[in-house]
């Protein structure tokens, strides 16, 4: 496939949280920032756009980045959005599921290729395990969804082949560099577009429990408390933060 003018929306996956580049507009990298440099490199006068915002749910990503998506007339839109619903106490997946597909609906029918993602498989431990029911049941929708309007799946729910605490950022939650840069190649190989993305990453070490311990309280403290905190007052990571790439431009 040939691409001309790439719009990625999302959230923090889509941002790039966890990639970090000062460099970059709101100081990240990220995969879609990787995907839009190598089709630049198969195409003249390439575009990017990246309207993603960190801790949005997906109504938020569709009331605020849906149609000025679609103003920009994207040849090809990647959407990930959902997980931070699915990670909330109550969610009502169906209706969750009917909104994504008008969604993407409107993208397929505005002459976009649209690229879809799944969720992680958390596995049946740790703080994500309850939710795994959910995330299996919200991955089966977007395969559903993408079938209907012709769209491509990435589908991180059965990618068996990495470790996942070698792409995970210390949060647990998003990926690190080594992550977002296996994502961009897992995109552009659904895509079928050759690229020479080298997935390196550290293996995991192996704690002893006083180590891990230890770990598991510094994670409270930094990353947990303050989620929950941002849940009991309303607020969100994203708040304030404006979308990295508003407009479609060069990638250089």
Same mark, same amino acid.
């Given at each position: ?119 992680? !498989? ?7 395990? &309850?939710?795994? $029911? =959910?995330?299996?049941?919200?991955? %089966?929708?977007? @395969? ?51 690229? !020479? ?7 995991? &070490?192996?704690? $002893? =429990?006083?180590?891990?311990?230890? %770990?598991?309280? @510094? ?34």
């Amino acid at each position: 496939m040939t691409f001309h003018r790439y719009v990625a929306l999302g959230d923090s996956f889509t941002e790039g949280v966890g990639d970090p580049d000062p460099t970059r507009p709101n100081g990240l990298r990220g995969w879609a920032d990787r995907v839009a440099e190598v089709l630049a490199s198969h195409t003249p006068e390439f575009a990017y756009a990246n309207l993603a915002i960190r801790g949005r749910k997906l109504g938020p990503i569709i009331a605020e980045q849906l149609d000025p998506a679609i103003a920009l007339r994207p040849d090809l839109v990647t959407i990930h959005g959902g997980g931070n619903d699915v990670l909330r106490p109550r969610v009502d997946l169906d209706a969750l599921a009917a909104s994504y597909d008008g969604a993407v609906g409107r993208l397929a029918d505005s002459g976009a290729h649209v690229v879809m993602f799944t969720i992680q !498989d958390p596995g049946p431990g740790g703080i994500y395990g &309850p939710m795994r $029911g =959910r995330m299996a049941i919200f991955n %089966e929708w977007v @395969r559903e969804i993408a079938d209907t309007h012709g769209g491509t799946v990435v589908d991180m729910w059965r990618m068996r082949d990495i470790d996942p605490g070698a792409v995970v950022d210390t949060d647990r939650l998003h990926l690190n560099s080594a992550g977002h840069r296996f994502m961009a190649g897992r995109v552009l190989e659904a895509l079928g577009v050759e690229h !020479d993305l080298v997935h390196e990453a550290e293996p995991t &070490p192996a704690l $002893g =429990r006083r180590e891990q311990w230890r %770990e598991n309280a @510094r994670w409270t403290r930094e990353f947990l408390a303050p989620w929950v905190h941002r849940r009991v007052t309303g607020r969100s990571s994203g708040d304030g933060v404006a979308p990295k790439r508003p407009t479609l431009g060069p990638v250089g």
